[in-house]
């Protein structure tokens, strides 16, 4: 199992309040969107989501705000 799958394991274990970005990002993957849909559903750049996956980046704020709200509206969608 190579590492981004353990950290996808481990993101779906978590209470959302303690993901980092990159955690947040391999949630919502898991959970079957792209890099793409991320990006769009989270109004972000592409390459903002592949920076953070690559080197963990240095979101701003308002960037983990934002990840933070998908992955709450996803979660609420999967409790449906």
Not at 23 to 41: C, R
Request: hydrophobic fraction near 40%; avoid cysteine.
């Amino acid at each position: 199992v190579d590492k981004a799958q353990d950290k996808m394991v481990v993101a779906g274990q978590l209470r959302l309040k303690s993901l980092d970005p990159e955690e947040m990002i391999l949630f919502l993957k898991a959970d079957g969107l792209t890099q793409d849909e991320i990006a769009k559903a989270s109004h972000l750049n592409q390459s903002t989501i592949s920076r953070i996956l690559k080197t963990g980046g240095n979101p701003n704020w308002d960037t983990v705000e934002r990840l933070k709200t998908l992955v709450e509206k996803r979660q609420e969608l999967s409790e449906v």
